[in-house]
Structures are given as C-alpha cells and as structure tokens.
T-cell receptor, first 114, second 112 residues
C-alpha cells in the first residue's frame, strides 16, 4: 500500500497570505489528523477528520481550518499567515478512531512564512 | 484523560551503547501505548506498540514493555547504531479531545 502523501513538500509564503496543504491518507483509512511541529512547541495537534466530519480540534486559532473529502483526502488551510506559522505540518491517517489505532504519518509540508 | 510523560531533552551516546528513554503514563484502564520515531527530514513512523499490560513491543532491536505496576513504557535498545539517531516520541492512542500533543520527544544522537 502506498503511504500517506502530502503536497506540496515545501512552501514559502509572506505574511498575510493564505495557504492550502493537501494530504492523501493510506487507502482504506478514514481518519486524518493534522499536526504542527516547531522546535519550540514540539508536535501539536490541530484537528482530526473522520468521514468528512471534524471530530476533534486542538487549541489553534480559527485561522487554521480543514476539511475532508468523500475519498478521505484532506486539506488544511491557514489564512492571514503570521511569521509564527512557519513550521512542519504533518498529517497522519488511521483506519478508524477506535482504541488502539496507530497513526501513519506523511513526510510533512515545510512552510516558511517571510 | 490518558496522558504520557516523557523526559524531554537530547540524549547523546556512543555507538554500541545501551539506550533507554523513559516514558510513564496516566490512564484510565490500560490503553495501547506507542513509540514513534522521526528520522531527520521525515515524518513520524510507528516504531512499536503494546496493546495491554505486560505486553512487550519490539522492532528494529528496540523493545518496550507495558508495565502496569510502574505505569511505564520505557524504550530500550541494547546496542545503538549511528542510524538510530532520530527523535523518539512516546504516545498514548489518539482519541478524544485528550489527544496528546506529542511534545518535543527525545533527540537521540549516536556518535561513531
């Protein structure tokens, strides 16, 4: 099976712009979660989508949003970019949200905001 | 909710040395526990997991035993290699709004 894929891998934006990141989960996986990773804060949970519905959300401002399509692919959008949004954005998929499910991560999208 | 505590900070050791990274958990019941590894420039990979108390997960020479007496899930490897240099994260299963911020993990640097 192909792994989790994320596009683009690298992105440079300027403050105030918006950005959309894409994630394709492993075939058959219905849950997609998004994380932000920075040296200062580590890996922090943004949100999780399951069957096109947002199930859980972390403590990020409303500028961060996402959606999931019927084929389980997911997109994450960040509006009005700030310098502090520079980070590695990782998505992870799992078969479901049942107890004991491991997550499978993509390689990430590295976003640099200038 | 379920949570884990991992001693954060870099770990530097020589090739063939013994590695141990501590992880303790607080949980209702005995949820599955996981160790993930992140190699430079990559996303996280599942390293091993244990699904119940006294279960031992193992992979690539790494082992971790789910010990309910000490509520621990320490990661160990008897003889590390330079290729084991990575960041290691201990995590509970991700569900509910108690979903773990994985934190910074443990940066392991193995010197030849």
């Amino acid at each position: 099976k192909a792994g989790v894929t994320q596009t683009p891998r690298y992105l440079i934006k300027t403050r105030g712009q918006q950005v959309t990141l894409s994630c394709s989960p492993i075939s058959g996986h219905r849950s997609v979660s998004w994380y932000q990773q920075t040296p200062g804060q580590g890996l922090q949970f943004l949100f999780e989508y399951f069957s096109e519905t947002q199930r859980n959300k972390g403590n990020f401002p409303g500028r961060f949003s996402g959606r999931q399509f019927s084929n389980s692919r997911s997109e994450m959008n960040v509006s009005t970019l700030e310098l502090g949004d520079s980070a590695l954005y990782l998505c992870a998929s799992s078969h479901g949200t049942a107890v004991g499910q491991a997550q499978y991560f993509g390689p990430g999208t590295r976003l640099l905001v200038l | 909710g379920n949570s884990v505590t991992q001693m954060e900070g870099p770990v530097t050791l020589s090739e063939e040395a013994f590695l141990t990274i501590n992880c303790t958990y607080t949980a209702t019941g005995y949820p599955s526990l996981f160790w993930y590894v992140q190699y430079p420039g990559e996303g996280l990979q599942l390293l091993l997991k244990a699904t119940k108390a006294d279960d031992k997960g193992s992979n690539k020479g790494f082992e971790a035993t789910y010990r309910k007496e000490t509520t621990s899930f320490h990661l160990e490897k008897g003889s590390v290699q330079v290729s084991d240099s990575a960041v290691y994260f201990c995590a509970p299963p991700p569900y509910g709004n108690n979903r773990l911020a994985f934190g910074k993990g443990n940066q392991v640097v193995v010197i030849p």
